[in-house]
C-alpha cells in the first residue's frame, strides 16, 4: 500500500467553496485593474470572489488563491478573504497571470488522455497533494511561475511576495519531512516527482540551488525530477517564453523522462 506525503487539504476543499462577487476596483490597486482588463480581453466571463476564512490550515497555509472553471464559460478566480489587502492584489494578480499564460501564450495545461496505462497507480498522476497540485498540475504550474513571476514585477510592478514565501515555507518544510520518511512514503514516486519539480522552482526562483542539491542524494524519485525539470524548464524566463509548440514538447520529453508514455497526454 502506498502512503501519501500529505493528504488533501480541508483548505482546498474549503476555497472551491462559492464565494461571494468581489469588485477588484475596491482593492485600489490601477495596476491588478489593468491587469484584469488585459486577462478579460482574452478570457471571456471571468469573475472574482471572496470567500470566507475559516480558519482551517492544517499546518500549511499554500492555498490562499485558486482558479476554478478554467476552460469553462466563467472562470473563476477565489481568494480568502484573510488575506491583507496588498497580499489579495498579489494572490489575485497571479491567477490572473496564470490565465494569460494559457490564452495569451498558449502555455495550456497537461491532461491525461487515458488513465495511466500502469493500472492500480491509474489516479497517482492527478491525485492532489496539500497544496491543492497534482503532479501534471504541478509540472505546468512551475512552467508557469518561472515567467509569471517576472511577468507581473516587469510587465505590471506586481511583486510575488507571497507566491515566494509559500514556496519557500514548502521547501523546508519538504527538506524537514523528508528524514521522517517512511520507506512506503520513500517510494511514493509521483509525491517524489512532485516534491522535485518544486525543488527545482523553488532553486530558479528563489536563486537557491544549493539548497536543492543538498537534498538530490537523498531519494531518486527526487532527484530524478529536479533533473528533469533543469533539462526541460532550464531556460524557461520572460525573456525566454517558450511558444506553444515548443513548451508542448518539453512537458512531454519532461513526462517521458519521469518514464511515462508521452501518448498518454495532450495539451
Ligand atoms: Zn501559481
Redesign the pocket.
Known amino acids: 500500500m502506498r502512503v501519501r506525503l500529505w493528504s488533501w487539504s480541508a483548505v482546498v476543499t474549503q476555497i472551491l467553496q462559492t464565494g461571494i462577487a468581489f469588485d477588484i476596483g475596491s482593492l485600489g490597486s490601477r495596476e491588478l485593474v489593468r491587469l484584469f482588463h488585459e486577462a478579460s480581453s482574452y478570457v471571456q466571463g471571468l469573475a472574482v470572489e471572496i470567500v470566507r476564512d475559516q480558519g482551517i490550515h492544517h499546518g500549511m497555509e499554500k492555498i490562499m488563491a485558486i482558479l476554478v472553471g478554467i476552460g469553462s464559460s466563467m472562470p473563476t478566480i477565489r481568494f480568502l478573504d484573510s488575506l491583507e489587502r496588498e497580499k489579495q492584489v498579489e494572490a489575485i494578480a497571479?491567477e490572473l497571470a496564470?490565465l494569460l499564460l494559457i490564452h495569451r501564450f498558449g502555455l495550456k495545461l497537461i491532461r491525461q488522455k487515458r488513465p495511466y496505462s500502469a493500472g492500480p497507480e491509474q489516479n497517482s498522476l492527478t491525485r492532489l497533494s496539500h497544496n491543492g497540485f497534482s503532479l501534471l498540475g504541478q509540472i505546468g504550474?512551475t512552467a508557469?511561475?518561472l515567467i509569471?513571476v517576472d511577468y507581473l514585477r516587469e510587465r505590471h510592478a506586481i511583486g510575488s511576495d507571497l507566491?515566494c514565501r509559500l514556496l519557500h515555507r514548502h521547501f523546508l518544510f519538504f527538506c524537514y519531512r523528508s528524514h521522517m520518511l517512511t520507506k512506503e512514503a520513500r517510494e511514493d514516486m509521483e509525491s517524489l516527482y512532485r516534491e522535485g519539480i518544486i525543488a527545482f522552482e523553488y532553486g530558479k526562483i528563489l536563486g537557491r540551488f544549493e539548497g536543492v542539491r543538498n537534498m538530490l542524494y537523498q531519494m531518486d524519485f527526487f532527484r530524478k525530477a529536479v533533473r528533469a525539470a533543469e533539462t526541460h524548464f532550464g531556460k524557461y524566463c520572460l525573456e525566454a517564453l517558450p511558444t506553444p509548440s515548443s513548451y508542448e514538447e518539453d512537458v512531454l520529453s519532461l513526462l517521458r523522462d519521469l518514464g511515462y508514455e508521452r501518448e498518454d497526454f495532450v495539451l
Do not use: G, I, V
Request: glycine share 0%; hydrophobic share 15%.
Open positions: 497571479h496564470h504550474n508557469h511561475h509569471l507566491h
